[in-house]
T-cell receptor, first 110, second 114 residues
Framework: RKEVEQDPGPFNVPEGATVAFNCTYSNSASQSFFWYRQDCRKEPKLLMSVYSSGNEDGRFTAQLNRASQYISLLIRDSKLSDSATYLCVVNIYGNNRLAFGKGNQVVVIP | ETGVTQSPTHLIKTRGQQVTLRCSSQSGHNTVSWYQQALGQGPQFIFQYYREEENGRGNFPPRFSGLQFPNYSSELNVNALELDDSALYLC?????????????FGEGSRLTVL
């Protein structure tokens, strides 16, 4: 079983709409959780950390459910510039040795 | 710009050859991690170096090896290349071993094995 599982999509989203996706992780001892963004043929960049209480950063909301071992990301009022792959990331090994999911590809359509 | 630089950006090798990839970490960062990203996949952890010592290794065979130098730059070496080694190799730097989740990636070295 993979450490982090994501449905890659693509998720075709009309501009201005809301899109949500999630991932699951296999190791219940995982310590911390993140979403990274990767633009086409570019390097991944940290989007936001994910906390059990849920957290927002502008139009982005992340949620963690430890009991069910899944992490979610919601994007409101989608912009064309949100088109990217969103990688679910779990700090399974500690010390910033991160496990990445396959990514959710989001395409925002005008 | 993350301040992490990798070289070469692209290279083509044939099966059985050896390759060395290089990474300069962001100024002040003493930890370097290497990841392999195959097409359509997420990055997979290869290994991490902290203060010139290997600090953890993913599920990769011994023909993947690395080094970290006193200036914290790093090399990834792959021997006996196989077709499946074709991928984007990403170097990421960070400060110490904190669980911040914030890695600063370089733009990667794209390796094609024929």
């Amino acid at each position: 079983r993979k450490e982090v599982e994501q449905d890659p999509g693509p998720f075709n989203v009309p501009e201005g709409a809301t899109v949500a996706f999630n991932c699951t992780y296999s190791n219940s001892a995982s310590q911390s959780f993140f979403w990274y963004r990767q633009d086409c043929r570019k390097e991944p960049k940290l989007l936001m950390s994910v906390y059990s209480s849920g957290n927002e950063d502008g139009r982005f909301t992340a949620q963690l459910n430890r009991a069910s071992q899944y992490i979610s990301l919601l994007i409101r009022d989608s912009k064309l510039s949100d088109s990217a792959t969103y990688l679910c990331v779990v700090n399974i090994y500690g010390n910033n040795r991160l496990a990445f999911g396959k990514g959710n590809q989001v395409v925002v359509i005008p | 710009e993350t301040g992490v630089t990798q070289s070469p950006t692209h290279l083509i090798k044939t099966r059985g050859q050896q390759v060395t990839l290089r990474c300069s970490s962001q100024s002040g960062h003493n930890t370097v991690s290497w990841y392999q990203q195959a097409l359509g996949q997420g990055p997979q952890f290869i290994f991490q170096y902290y203060r010139e010592e290997e600090n953890g290794r993913g599920n990769f065979p011994p023909r993947f090896s690395g080094l970290q130098f006193p200036n914290y730059s790093s090399e990834l070496n792959v021997n006996a290349l196989e077709l499946d080694d074709s991928a984007l190799y990403l170097c990421a730097s960070s400060l110490g071993l904190a669980n911040t989740g914030e890695l600063f990636f370089g733009e990667g070295s794209r390796l094609t094995v024929l």
